[in-house]
């Protein structure tokens, strides 16, 4: 633990985040006006008095940023921990224990990358309804198949690695090995694939908030701000720019962790 | 006198079924290993020299089931192997060991050298306390020559002859009677190799193993065994004491095999048997003899049927049907 | 008049050659090699890994990488023509008029050698349009009578055949043939049986034995196994830490080793059908060439080893008195005389 942390980049990578989820903790701190209150003063460029300017309703982007985080997080990063979750074990165990339980894997695997990540999300969404617990739910739901390919594939590699021979000639069991020789040498693949997910989560419940299954109005979210603001680039980008990159400052922190992990 | 020996292999196969075709059909098979027979007395080094080909890598694998035999019987100290259910082959594994060759690959490199030599004592629940295996890990490591402060150092900065180091170490932590090694040292540099070699021996003595040294180093192998076990596609050649083996060979494949290690005594170069070709196809060996395609002595009845094992000499068999060559 | 005057039996002259990694802190990988390869002769070059005998050979065809490999020294080396022409000078485009033509090189692994797309009928035939002027029939055939001469069984079924379909040794003679296509006056064997079975291992010795007494071709052979060059080689190099430290002719070499890194090499292999011996490994390991010790590089792992003398003062190769043999060794002539009292010692106790 101590030498993980003498590393620079998961140090950068850790400080990101908990900065990150600092501002959305300490939101009502933070921002300088009430996220929802609309103005007159719509699509301003920025000044001194909303220093990213307002949007089409007038509203602070600052504020909306830095609220924003806050379902932003929890859909980004709560959908990709739960198709880890889901997808973590499911691809260890389809491709190390192979046979039918590989099968059937598979089959559901491939059935839910075959399907539009968004149409299928849209569908569940619209049957449980759009609160920000099902959409973290539904988002993992329909990203752990992409988690679950790529950990089977590296354990179907790894299976047949001579130290994992070596394992099972000193009697060691499937779940043994699972957890201590495959799942380690797997972490590094997942990390990335885990920073991936959190912003396709992010902005895959932006393009359900346009639908209006996402994370209801006026509650900010940043994919939803990213979204409205393309209408109006040429007025104001910082619309969609920065919560544009308050994503992009999430995924990378992931991706400094993800890629420091040996 | 024979005692019981530890280990006894009868009639051991393994087939391969080739596939081809977009439905996978079974096309043939390989004899990877045909009709194998060997006995191995406790403490006692058996030598299995072959080349490519062999089956001799599949054999070691076989006795200790990593790899599932199709035919055969295999008894370990009386206990018959093949019926054992996978709690008795755990428990096997106690007994029966297995070193390999590549020590880059063997050892998880995301581990550190302390739970690489621990895990045979957490997998089979010897040792349970932190301490006693700390203890435990620090023994093998002097056992093998190795200082503690091995313990907490990663798999990546360690050469070769020291990861076999910690692979022989491995295979030890469970105090095993039997040890396969299989081409132990043909990766490592070869001012190493000799450093292996030599541990090797010192353990066997020390630790009373028996050992079934599979390699295709003839003259390593004669160093190490007692008696020597030479396999040619699947199948037992000659079979005897590892002097009787290396220097009154009576089998043409054994004879051409030690013609053939190059020798540095100017002078003593023995006489040099070239063979025709190469090893033959495994999936469609010839008839009779296997050997008779390359063999400088063959006459046509060695294409009728497979030579039987016969006795040669004390414990010395051969499968060769001409008793007037060697 | 040119000034470098080859002797006429000369194919090859190493002289001082030094080859050295990294540009920031270059690390010497051969240090000041100096040898000769006479025409017919065969010439072993016998180490560990990491001594740098590979890396010389790769020099000798100038095929060190470039940019990373700094060679200094030069490598003067005799053309079919006749004339000599220096490899550390010359450019790529020169180099590759004399690879495979003036002198070849085959390498342990041929089936990085061989293109898996092509039939070994069509990289033979490949090698001889690069330097020879032959018609396609002539091409043909002459590959043809190339894999015949190799051993090869079915010659017309391995030239139709892909690398894949042949077996390594089949696939180390193809290595063979391409490289002998044009007649080299030199042929470079960096390990070219490590790889392969040891039957198969005879055959091609055997093999290359027999076409270098008809085509009195040289041959310079890099290996790690000490007794296959006593089977294959009038003359050996014994290197260590990038430097040559014994040389002589093979006879003489293995029966009276002078320098203790030969001894112990010897000594730590069991040789086949010989029941007293005790293998003696040599303790520790190569040493790092960006960190040599002081004084002789050998002197951690020697048992003859004197401290203040072998830790301090670096051996220069020295001649014996009979010019025969050469020794890097600051104590060789004390231990081969400490050795000779021993030997007549126990003749007159017998």
Redesign the interface.
């Known amino acids: 633990m101590r030498e993980l942390l003498k590393r620079p980049k998961i140090l950068i990578g850790v400080a990101i985040l908990l900065v990150m989820v600092a501002i959305s903790v300490l939101a009502p701190l933070l921002a300088p006006y009430d996220p929802t209150a609309s103005s007159v003063m719509f699509l301003s460029p920025p000044s001194p008095e909303n220093w990213l300017g307002t949007d089409e309703l007038g509203r602070d982007i600052l504020s909306r940023m830095v609220y924003g985080g806050q379902s932003s997080l929890i859909v980004g990063i709560g959908a990709a921990v739960i198709a880890a979750v889901i997808g973590i074990p499911v691809g260890l165990c389809a491709g190390y224990l192979g046979g039918r339980i590989d099968l059937l894997a598979t089959q559901v695997i491939d059935i839910f990358i075959a399907l539009p990540g968004l149409i299928l999300a849209l569908i569940i969404t619209a049957m449980v309804g759009p609160t920000l617990f099902n959409l973290v739910l539904v988002l993992g739901f329909v990203s752990w198949p992409r988690i679950a390919r790529l950990i089977r594939g590296q354990t179907l590699a790894l299976r047949e690695s001579v130290f994992v021979e070596a394992s099972k000639a000193v009697g060691a069991r499937a779940d043994w090995i699972m957890l201590k020789h495959i799942w380690p040498n797997t972490m590094r693949i997942v990390a990335a694939q885990f920073a991936l997910t959190v912003a396709y989560s992010i902005f895959t419940s932006a393009s359900l908030s346009f639908l209006g299954l996402g994370v209801p109005p006026p509650t900010p979210d940043w994919g939803a701000m990213v979204r409205a603001g393309f209408d109006y680039l040429a007025l104001n980008p910082g619309m969609s720019l920065a919560p544009g990159a308050a994503v992009a400052v999430t995924v990378f922190g992931f991706y400094l962790i993800g890629t420091s992990i040996k | 006198m024979t005692d019981t020996p530890l280990m006894s292999v009868r009639n051991l196969r393994k087939l391969y079924d080739i596939r081809k075709g977009v439905f996978s059909k079974v096309v043939g098979r390989v004899h990877a290993v045909n009709d194998v027979s060997f006995e191995i007395a406790p403490g006692e080094t058996l030598g299995l020299a072959g080349?490519?080909g062999s089956g001799k890598t599949t054999i070691g694998r076989s006795v200790?089931r990593?790899i599932e035999p199709t035919d055969g019987s295999i008894t370990f100290n009386g206990e018959d192997v093949m019926a054992f259910s996978a709690a008795d082959?755990?428990?096997y594994?106690?007994s029966a060991?297995?070193i390999?060759q590549?020590p880059f690959?063997?050892?998880?490199p995301?581990?550190k050298i302390r739970d690489v030599i621990a895990?045979?004592l957490r997998?089979?629940k010897i040792l349970t306390t932190a301490a006693e295996i700390d203890q435990r890990v620090t023994e093998l490591l002097d056992l093998v020559s190795l200082s503690p402060d091995y313990k907490d150092r990663s798999p990546l900065e360690l050469?070769g002859?020291q990861r076999q180091r910690i692979?022989i170490a491995?295979a030890l932590?469970?105090n095993p009677k039997f040890l396969v090694a299989d081409e132990p040292i043909s990766a490592l540099?070869?001012?190493?190799?000799?450093?292996i070699?030599?541990l090797l021996?010192d353990l066997k003595e020390r630790l009373g193993l028996a050992m079934l040294f599979i390699s295709?180093d003839?003259?390593?192998m004669?160093?190490l065994s007692d008696r020597i076990a030479v396999v040619y596609l699947g199948q037992i050649m000659e079979i005897g004491p590892a002097?009787a083996i290396?220097?009154t060979p009576k089998h043409p494949y054994t004879e051409?095999?030690?013609?053939?290690?190059?020798?540095?005594?100017?002078g003593l170069?023995r006489k040099?048997i070239?063979?025709?070709?190469?090893?033959a196809d495994p999936v469609s060996p010839p008839s009779g003899c296997v050997f008779r395609t390359r063999c400088i002595y063959a006459r046509p009845e060695c294409a009728v049927a497979r030579p039987e094992l016969r006795e040669v000499g004390p414990r010395h068999f051969k499968a060769c049907i001409r008793d007037d060559v060697l | 008049m040119t000034s470098t005057d080859i002797d006429d039996n000369r194919v090859l002259s190493v002289e001082h050659l030094s080859v050295s990694f990294g540009a920031n802190v270059p690390v010497a990988v051969v240090r000041d090699v100096t040898f000769t390869i006479n025409k017919g002769e065969i010439v072993a070059i016998v180490g560990e890994s990491g001594c740098g005998k590979s890396t010389t050979g790769l020099a000798l065809l100038g095929l060190n990488p470039d940019g990373k490999a700094s060679v200094q020294g030069a490598i003067k080396l005799g053309r079919k023509g006749g004339d000599e022409v220096d490899i550390v000078r010359l450019h790529e485009r020169d180099l590759q008029r004399i690879r495979g033509n003036d002198a070849a090189m085959i390498f342990q692994e041929p089936m990085s050698s061989l293109d898996p797309l092509y039939t070994i009928g069509a990289q033979i035939e490949e090698a001889l349009s690069v330097h020879r002027r032959l018609s396609a029939v002539e091409r043909t055939r002459e590959a043809l009578r190339l894999v015949s001469i190799l051993g090869i069984p079915s010659p017309e079924k391995c030239l139709k055949s892909y690398p894949h379909q042949l077996s390594g040794g089949m696939r180390q003679r193809v290595m063979i043939a391409i490289a002998l296509s044009c007649n080299p006056a030199l042929l470079i064997a960096d390990e070219p049986t490590t790889a392969l079975d040891v039957t198969v291992q005879a055959q091609i010795i055997d093999r290359l034995k027999q076409l270098q007494r008809e085509t009195r071709m040289a041959i310079l052979f890099v290996t790690h196994d000490l007794a296959l060059v006593a089977e294959i080689a009038d003359r050996v190099l014994v290197m260590y830490a990038g430097q040559i430290v014994e040389e002589g002719p093979v006879a003489d070499l293995f029966t009276r080793p002078l320098m203790p890194y030969t001894q112990a090499l010897m000594h730590s292999r069991p040789r086949l059908g010989d029941t007293r011996q005790r293998v003696k490994a040599i303790p520790g390991g190569a040493p790092n060439p960006a960190a040599l010790p002081t004084g002789c590089a050998f002197h951690r792992r020697c048992a003859h080893a004197v401290a203040g003398l072998c830790d301090v003062k670096t051996p220069v190769l020295e001649r014996t008195d009979d010019g025969q043999r050469q020794v890097r060794c600051l104590r060789w002539r004390e231990l081969h005389e400490d050795a000779q009292c021993a030997r007549q010692l126990q003749g007159n106790l017998q």
């Open positions: 080349e490519s200790l990593l082959l755990r428990n594994r106690r060991q297995i390999f590549d690959a063997s050892i998880n995301r581990m895990e045979p997998v089979q050469s002859g692979v491995r932590a469970v540099d070869v001012s190493i190799q000799a450093q070699v030599s021996d295709h003839l003259a390593v004669e160093y002097r290396t220097q051409a095999l030690i013609s053939a290690v190059p020798d540095d005594r100017p170069r040099r070239v063979l025709q070709g190469d090893v």
